[in-house]
């Protein structure tokens, strides 16, 4: 991209800035910065990395979520970003949040969150559930409780915060695969995150135990080829260890790579589930 482009881009953005509640079409844009609907597209792509249109989706989510925050109701926040009503904020917050306004306006609010300090076989973790399912897993050491519960706690600050050892023991057994019986329902998440952050903890889901994919491999297979480092502080940012397995991620040339509950229980993970998948292929060995 030559200066000149540059300039226009940047002028593209600071006027999208400025009339984010207008909801500008393409061609308006386009000839505000006296280009092509095509040639302005192609160029605003090139350098941003998203079509125009999505970079203006952003804007309105985030003005929507300073509204929503200020408690300005979910309908006036939606016609003060320019749109038409609840359901286009409902369905852009969807797509871009993977939550919904309401959702974000509670921030957990009348949601029983009930947490445990649970042993593993990779050390202690927090565990943390809701009516709808587990919100939060993270192994932890001795001296880390109070910080972890502290973390829990801002991540959930609206809903109540219950200790409850017996709401999660079943739940362990069967995530590390303790129990006799394993012929359940699955165990369902609940996550809160980007969509582009969703699209990662979905794609780490993929993965089979026993094997593990390199940070570019998992950019290729949500669609973002090149965003090695996007993905990896999606991968850095997973809320439930394990249950989503992004200790299968290593780089490219193979080693261990950071892990957010330390590279020494990451590595006892991978043998642990190497060794399991062993027996699996050779029973009678």
Not at 23 to 28: A, I, N, R, V, Y
Request: aromatic share 8%; proline share 4%; with cysteine.
């Amino acid at each position: 991209m030559d200066n000149s482009d540059y300039r226009r881009i940047e002028q593209a953005i600071n006027y999208l800035e400025e009339h984010v509640a207008e909801q500008p079409s393409l061609d308006e844009v386009a000839e505000h910065i006296g280009l092509s609907a095509y040639h302005f597209q192609r160029v605003f792509k090139s350098w941003a990395g998203v079509s125009p249109k999505r970079f203006l989706q952003y804007l309105t989510v985030e003005n929507a979520k300073k509204l929503l925050r200020e408690s300005t109701s979910i309908l006036d926040a939606a016609l003060d970003v320019g749109l038409s009503g609840p359901g286009r904020l409902h369905d852009l917050f969807v797509s871009t949040e993977a939550m919904t306004p309401g959702e974000f306006k509670n921030q957990g609010k009348d949601l029983q969150v009930s947490y445990g300090f649970h042993a593993t076989p990779f050390g202690e973790c927090l565990l943390a559930v809701t009516d709808r399912g587990i919100c939060s897993l993270g192994f932890i050491e001795p001296e880390d409780k109070s910080d972890a519960l502290n973390e829990l706690l801002e991540t959930w600050k609206a809903a109540s915060i219950v200790e409850n050892q017996e709401a999660g023991i079943n739940i362990i057994c069967r995530i590390f695969k303790q129990s006799e019986n394993q012929a359940q329902t699955p165990l369902k998440v609940v996550l809160w995150g980007t969509n582009f952050q969703i699209k990662v903890w979905e794609a780490l889901l993929r993965i089979p135990e026993g094997t593990a994919v390199s940070y570019g491999s998992l950019a290729d297979a949500v669609g973002h080829p090149g965003a090695h480092r996007a993905v990896g502080t999606a991968v850095g940012h997973n809320p439930i260890a394990y249950l989503i397995p992004c200790h299968r991620v290593l780089r490219v040339n193979g080693a261990i790579g950071g892990y957010h509950w330390g590279t020494t229980r990451k590595r006892a993970i991978l043998a642990r589930e190497a060794a399991i998948c062993e027996n699996t292929d050779h029973p009678h060995r």
